[in-house]
């Protein structure tokens, strides 16, 4: 059980720097640091020194001296965790970390556990849950887009909408218990249409919020994009040119990609994971096979789907594998990207004829390509970037969290089930419990409801010193 009043301490700051932060934070922590800290100033103590400051000074143990730092002081309840606090700078080597991590264990400070700076920080009113979540993904974040997602939800935008849902619940829940104390007198407090256009409206934005997770997850972990198609087009010779490595073996052999191969680049502050697939043949090989039907199992889980052909190919072909992938992504949400390679290969004229012979979907995208030449892998690149600026703006509430897409699926089941409840006239009791599941789900997501054993997985895949 941790122990929420007992001054902690931590490395704040990652190896291979030259300064090195130590966090110390707890209610004693000033009183606990004055007893190893002096500053250079003999006539100042760090015990009436005001918040917002820094002091220069020796860290001693025992009289022995460790390090000279610069000690920057915060007074509660203006600090990361809403206690008093302090961060000790200091150089770098282990060693001198190490002991002034010592001194303060000896002084009685508990070294803190993975997240706890964080978890009181939510514990103290500084943040809510779902914000506290947001610092995870904003150390995680390995791109400009995840980075924008996570401040966003950090700076409190996707809280403040879900306080907005919840208050509105809330308001229409007591007037209807409120209806349930005087049902002898068969009184209705709540507007049953206003109640009806509140919960429409609500469960909009739940659903809203709740559709955006695969986006916000592909932005989070990587925008799926798998290439795929027939054997020999060129998909591994496209992984390599992308990558610009030699990731995939490319061989004239036909079915020499047997298994998913995959890789990460940055276009234009996007994670995009490249999915190098078997080709798409009918054939005997049981090994192929096995290929084969990864390769439709990833088709169906892409972001983005590169339908790679070549140049040489008769348009009906090309037609049938377009008409055969858009079948299997026509209800996930998908682009599909149709790329035809090899054209250093044709001239002019064959590209232009080819170009009117193939029929793509609406929503489609036709694009030609050499691969091995890397002409137009530039267009492509842009493209993609393109497909995820269009869905994505800089003040977008994004869902990246599968805690906050179960909350929300949630939500819109238990308001689902309010709208029929008033169509078929149901009792006001019975409207009650659903509306109060809704407001118990809202409450999880910002932490205004939550269990210990909830707190404990969110914060223990934090780091420690944050």
Do not use: W
């Not at 090989?285 to 889980?301: F, M, R, Y």
């Not at 019975?430 to 210990?452: F, K, N, V, W």
Request: hydrophobic share 40%.
């Amino acid at each position: 059980m941790i122990n929420h009043d007992a001054t902690i301490c931590a490395v704040a700051t990652g190896t291979g720097g030259a300064i090195s932060i130590i966090r110390v934070s707890g209610k004693e922590c000033l009183d606990t640091v004055s007893k190893i800290f002096f500053p250079l100033d003999k006539s100042r103590s760090i015990l009436n020194s005001k918040g917002f400051t820094v002091v220069f000074g020796e860290i001693r143990d025992n009289g022995k001296l460790i390090d000279e730092a610069l000690l920057s002081i915060f007074i509660a309840p203006n600090s990361y965790t809403g206690e008093n606090s302090v961060e000790i700078a200091c150089h770098a080597s282990p060693y001198i970390v190490n002991k002034i991590l010592e001194a303060l264990i000896n002084e009685g400070v508990s070294h803190a556990t993975p997240g706890e700076f964080t978890q009181r920080a939510f514990l103290n009113g500084k943040i809510d849950l779902s914000q506290a979540e947001a610092v995870a993904d904003l150390i995680a974040s390995a791109s400009e887009m995840s980075h924008k997602v996570a401040i966003n939800q950090m700076k409190g935008g996707f809280s403040a909408e879900i306080q907005k849902l919840r208050s509105e619940l809330l308001n229409f829940t007591s007037l209807i218990e409120l209806e349930l104390d005087f049902s002898e007198e068969d009184v209705e407090f709540a507007d049953r249409n206003e109640l009806m256009n509140t919960v429409i409206r609500v469960k909009k934005t739940a659903d809203r919020l709740s559709e955006s997770f695969s986006l916000g997850n592909a932005l989070r972990n990587g925008v799926p994009v798998v290439i795929a198609g027939k054997p020999n087009s060129g998909k591994s010779t496209l992984l390599n040119a992308l990558l610009m490595e030699e990731k995939a073996i490319v061989s004239e052999i036909p079915g020499t990609t047997r298994d998913v191969i995959e890789d990460t680049i940055v276009i234009q502050g996007v994670v995009f994971r490249f999915i190098d697939t078997a080709g798409l043949r009918e054939t005997t090989d049981i090994i192929e096979s096995l290929g084969i039907k990864k390769t439709l199992e990833k088709v169906s889980k892409a972001s983005v789907v590169i339908l790679l052909d070549e140049i040489g190919e008769n348009a009906a072909a090309i037609n049938e594998r377009i008409s055969y992938i858009s079948g299997i992504i026509e209800n996930t949400g998908a682009e599909l990207i149709t790329l035809i390679n090899k054209c250093d290969l044709a001239t002019a004229e064959t590209t232009d004829n080819l170009s009117k012979e193939i029929k793509t979907p609406r929503t489609s995208e036709l694009m030609f390509i050499s691969a091995k030449q890397k002409t137009g892998l530039d267009e492509l690149k842009n493209r993609l970037a393109d497909m995820i600026n269009n869905k994505f703006r800089s003040d977008s509430i994004i869902i990246t969290n599968t805690r906050h897409y179960e909350a929300l699926k949630k939500i819109s089941s238990s308001l689902e089930r309010v709208i029929q409840g008033v169509e078929q006239d149901i009792t006001s009791d019975l409207i009650a419990i659903d509306i109060r599941q809704a407001i118990h789900y809202l409450g999880e997501i910002t932490g205004e409801i939550t269990t210990d054993e909830v707190l404990g997985n969110i914060f223990a895949n934090f780091c420690i010193g944050k």
